[in-house]
C-alpha cells in the first residue's frame, strides 16, 4: 500500500501566498510521475500541475507563472509553490501519484494513488 500525506493548506488573503506538500510511503514502485489537481465545489477535479520523474512539468493555463511544482525524487515527495493566489483558486487541492509496477515509462502508468485532500480557501 502506499499513502500519501499532504500539507500546507489553509486561509490566505488574495495575493498571498502558500506551498504545498505532499509525501509518499509505503511499497512505491517507479514513480513516473507526481501531480495536484484541484476540486471547487460543483466541479470536476482538474489539473493543477504535475511533474514526471525526469523533471519535466505542465501547468493548467490558470496557474502558469503563478504555481511552481517541484520534486525531490529521493524523498518520494512533491511541493507546489502557490503565489499570487486569486478567490478562483479556492478549491481542495489533491496530491497524485502515477506510476508503473513493470517499469514502463511515462506517460504509462499502472498505478495512481490520491491523497486525502487538502483545503485552499483564498478570501479578504
Aim: proline fraction near 4%.
Amino acid at each position: 500500500q502506499v499513502q500519501l500525506v499532504e500539507s500546507g493548506g489553509g486561509l490566505v488573503q488574495p495575493g498571498g501566498s502558500l506551498r504545498l506538500s505532499c509525501a509518499a510511503s509505503g511499497s512505491i514502485f517507479s514513480i513516473n510521475a507526481m501531480g495536484w489537481y484541484r476540486q471547487a465545489p460543483g466541479r470536476q477535479r482538474d489539473l493543477v500541475a504535475v511533474i514526471t520523474s525526469g523533471g519535466s512539468t505542465n501547468y493548467a493555463d490558470s496557474v502558469k507563472g503563478r504555481f511552481t511544482i517541484s520534486r525531490n525524487n529521493a524523498k518520494n515527495t512533491v511541493h507546489l509553490q502557490m503565489n499570487s493566489l486569486l478567490p478562483e483558486d479556492t478549491a481542495v487541492y489533491y496530491c497524485n501519484v502515477r506510476g508503473s509496477k513493470y517499469g514502463s515509462p511515462w506517460p504509462r502508468y499502472d498505478y495512481e494513488y490520491w491523497g486525502q485532500g487538502t483545503q485552499v480557501t483564498v478570501s479578504s
